[in-house]
């Protein structure tokens, strides 16, 4: 039987992403991500439903997300669903599902959207920093 677990998901983010790290200085990061789903009902009217999603992120994509995203800024996640159980302190026990961000991609437009620096890029690279494209006053080879 084949398996396949992948998400992907465009919202905003609910609250800041908060930064910790694991015994092996791996750093981590949890965030949550609202996405919002709009249609018309049979009646005709307008509905909007928002859906609430827990998130975690690893290593370089961690402090990347750490750094430059805050409340309220969009972002596209692509990562996997994961099942976590835990015992609370009152000693019951407690699960949820979370997706584990495998890649992101900032979005946005703007000078201030989508990055606290004031800077947009695809986090797909295995840079911390966004590409700074060609030199200044060099000229391309496009013919359009």
Not at 27 to 53: H, P
Not at 61 to 74: S, V
Not at 79 to 94: I, M, S, V
Not at 114 to 139: F, L, M, N, V
């Amino acid at each position: 039987m084949a398996n396949y677990n992948k998400v992907l998901l465009i919202g905003n983010l609910t609250r800041d992403p908060q930064l910790s790290y694991l015994p092996t200085q791996t750093a981590v990061v949890d965030f949550g991500l609202a996405v919002n789903r709009r249609w018309k009902g049979k009646d005709g009217q307008s509905r909007e439903s928002t859906c609430f999603i827990d998130c975690r992120a690893f290593a370089g994509q961690a402090e990347t997300i750490n750094k430059y995203l805050t409340k309220g800024r969009p972002v596209f996640v692509e990562g996997r669903l994961d099942y976590d159980t835990w015992t609370a302190q009152d000693g019951t026990k407690r699960s949820k599902h979370r997706v584990t961000v495998e890649s992101f991609q900032f979005l946005g437009s703007g000078p201030n959207a989508g990055a606290k620096g004031g800077r947009d890029y695809d986090s797909g690279s295995s840079q911390d920093t966004p590409d700074a494209g060609p030199a200044a006053g060099q000229d391309d080879d496009i013919p359009f």
